[in-house]
């Protein structure tokens, strides 16, 4: 193959420069096929490539979209001969990728409204999904507002908690092949669990080894305590906050005291934990008294502590709940269903959104490389401390596993260091003319840094690639 070496190549540039910084942005390598109407969202790697996949519920309005993505955070539609057809009509309202047959690989499980039967489909190990056996689940046909997945009976496998109208449910996995019914194991649930278009989870909220369940309902969230061995009670004090709307729900330690504590309705509410599962509500002096609503929350800035991310504000989390506000360059239009689950779509180290980057850590070039042109590649890093990058080319790509730092996608043999130095202004720009040779058209150019970030120690970058025009 062709080759041409970094000095060649790069003899003509190389200053760096510092502009703002969007900390999360569409690119050139991210992508979303347009979604029906999702009110529901799970991600996880379902054809076994090592990057994380896209599953859309989308109630009445369609079926459910399964979104692969290349590697780089950019999705196509790949429903089609991967998920079987339902055999009734639309009405997903909750979905999740878990391993219900213990094979080890992801299985779709599907909560239904408007009466229509919950689904599990079993994926072959590849990404493409088949209908459970007859049997697998208990006969069911009502209307399933929520779910919630999790090891309740603390045996090793799935078991299926279902908010359904107008009395929830309890399904235990017997095995690799059924669950069993196990609802007689709720005590005391009000009915009408669940709200629509709003999502619980699972936490051990009182430090005691098994999940409860946080539970949205309405005029509050229930919490049910795990008694041990899947019997569930509701807490017999209600939360303390106004009434609740709608949104998602999150356990987790927003104070560094080693317990979950809740974020609740679309993070508007901030409920601190005691250790044994008392909570008391500090969301003035979370937010310093602002208001505060979003679909996004998860660790921006890589610190270790939930953040809150809207859609023109990052409110930072110190580590004792109380967070500061950094506005951002640009709205970045967030999206309710679709924006509540982040991952790390691109694969370097950070958690990004779908269709959104996170430029925490972050190669990108605005255009694409043309011969007899200048072509410019900016390295990102984090903008509060010096970190050292050293950035690579190369006309070839892989996918190496290089240990804690991730995922070399540069094909060695064809690398060349393009620099290696101290960043203090975040990015760091390189720029050279495309050399005008007529054997370079189509051929890809593909970048990838190395960051040795002060805070979260060495990683490699995601991998930006294009052919040149």
Do not use: K
């Not at 979104?67 to 639309?90: C, W, Y």
């Not at 409920?271 to 002096?285: I, M, P, S, V, Y």
């Amino acid at each position: 193959m062709f080759r041409l070496r970094n000095r060649a190549l790069c003899s003509a540039l190389f200053s760096a420069a510092a502009s703002a910084q969007i900390p999360f942005q569409a690119t050139t390598q991210t992508g979303l096929p347009t979604p029906l109407a999702p009110a529901a969202i799970a991600v996880g790697d379902v054809d076994d490539d090592g990057d994380i996949d896209i599953l859309l519920g989308n109630s009445s309005n369609g079926p459910s979209q399964l979104l692969l993505n290349d590697g780089n955070g950019r999705f196509v539609d790949g429903t089609a001969g991967r998920l079987p057809p339902p055999a009734t009509g639309f009405a997903t309202h909750s979905i999740d990728l878990v391993d219900t047959d213990g094979d080890g690989d992801l299985d779709i499980v599907i909560g239904n409204a408007q009466n229509l039967p919950n689904q599990v489909l079993l994926n072959d190990g590849t990404g493409v999904f088949s209908d459970a056996p007859l049997g697998f689940l208990p006969a069911n046909a009502v209307t399933t507002v929520d779910q919630i997945l999790g090891d309740f009976d603390n045996d090793g496998d799935i078991d299926w908690f279902l908010a359904d109208r107008p009395n929830a449910h309890l399904w235990l996995n017997a095995g690799p092949s059924f669950f069993t019914d196990a609802s007689a194991n709720l005590v005391g649930l009000p009915q009408n669990l669940g709200y629509w278009y709003s999502h619980g989870s699972a936490a051990d909220l009182d430090d005691d080894g098994d999940l409860d369940l946080l539970v949205p309902a309405y005029p509050l969230p229930v919490i049910l305590w795990n008694q041990g061995n899947a019997v569930f009670q509701p807490a017999a004090t209600p939360l303390p906050m106004p009434a609740y709307f709608f949104g998602t729900n999150r356990a987790t330690d927003l104070d560094g005291d080693g317990d979950l504590d809740l974020l609740l309705d679309n993070c508007g509410y901030v409920l601190l934990n005691d250790g044994h599962g008392n909570f008391t509500n500090a969301t003035t002096a979370a937010y310093g008294g602002n208001a505060v609503s979003s679909p996004a929350a998860f660790d921006v800035d890589g610190d270790g502590f939930m953040d809150v991310l809207t859609t023109t504000t990052l409110w930072r989390n110190n580590g004792n709940a109380v967070f500061t506000a950094q506005p951002l360059a640009a709205n970045i239009g967030l999206v309710s269903i679709l924006h509540t689950v982040a991952a790390d779509f691109d694969g370097d180290g950070d958690l990004d959104l779908a269709g959104l980057a996170n430029f925490r850590t972050q190669v990108d070039a605005v255009g694409p490389p043309v011969r007899g042109l200048t072509f410019t590649v900016d390295f990102h890093v984090r903008t509060s401390a010096t970190s050292v990058v050293a950035a690579f080319a190369s006309w070839g790509a892989s996918l190496m596993p290089a240990g804690p730092l991730g995922i070399l996608r540069l094909d060695p043999v064809l690398l060349d260091t393009i620099t290696v130095e101290s960043v203090t202004a975040s990015p760091l720009r390189r720029s050279w003319t495309i050399p005008n040779w007529s054997a370079l058209v189509g051929v890809e150019l593909h970048y990838q840094a190395l960051v040795i970030d002060p805070i979260t120690g060495p990683h490699l970058t995601n991998a930006w690639h294009t052919a040149v025009q």
